[in-house]
Structures are given as C-alpha cells and as structure tokens.
C-alpha cells in the first residue's frame, strides 16, 4: 500500500482544513488507517484512527471534539477534517495504514502500522 497524503497549509487560529490521505492498492478497504502528527522539534503523536470498514473510530484526547477522520473506500481516501485549529496543532500531519479486519481494537502507537505516507504541513497561525 503505498500513501499520499495532501490538504495541509497555512490557517488562522480557529479555521478549518481537510487533510486527504489516498492510498493505491486494490485492498485498501482491508486497512485501518490512522493519523498522526509530529509537531517541530517533538515526537510523532497520534492523533485519530479508523477501522478498515469505518465504523469504529478513535481520536487524541486533544482533538476530540474538533477533528473527524473519515473514509471512502469507493475512492481509496480517508480524511481528517479539522476545525476549530489552534497554533498548538502546528504540525506535519502522516497517515500510516495497517492491514486489519474483523473487530478493530484501536491502534494508537507508531510501530502499530506498516505503511506510511509523506507529510504534509498544517501551520496555524494565531
């Protein structure tokens, strides 16, 4: 599975941005797929995750609330929709996916997904 996520830029403090990641791959429906984000000069931290049919999902206590992940396997994307931004959600935003179906146990470490996709940045200014 190979990912590519866009949608980042740059939004004032209490905007909205939708991130899209697409993936390749004629099984992505079998895949969970989450979201992380690695803010400048900190760790990668997780953010939210789906379950590969989109029904459970799961989000960082610092983002519930204001963002939701999504999917469409028809197109191949999940999305992470974010509003109500905050400068402190400055980050470069990955998503990495995880071959998994049946009941979904949601993963939140880094070293719980096979593939990862490139960055993109979401600045937020305040």
């Known amino acids: 599975v190979q990912l590519q996520a866009s949608g980042g830029g740059l939004v004032q403090a209490g905007g909205s941005l939708r991130l899209s990641c697409a993936a390749s791959?004629?099984?992505?429906?079998?895949?969970?797929i989450g979201w992380f984000r690695q803010p400048p000069g900190k760790e990668r931290e997780f953010v939210a995750t789906?379950?590969?049919?989109?029904?459970?999902?799961y989000y960082a206590d610092v983002v519930k609330g204001r963002f939701a992940i999504s999917r469409d396997n028809a197109k191949n994307t999940v999305y992470l929709q974010m509003n109500s931004l905050k400068p402190e959600d400055t980050a470069v935003y990955h998503c990495?996916?995880?071959?998994?179906?049946?009941?979904?146990?949601?993963?939140?470490?880094?070293?719980?997904?096979?593939?990862w996709g490139q960055g993109t940045l979401v600045t937020v200014s305040s």
């Open positions: 791959g004629r099984t992505y429906s079998s895949y969970a």
């Open positions: 789906i379950s590969w049919k989109g029904s459970v999902t």
């Open positions: 990495a996916a995880k071959y998994y179906v049946g009941r979904y146990s949601p993963l939140i470490q880094n070293n719980d997904y096979d593939y």
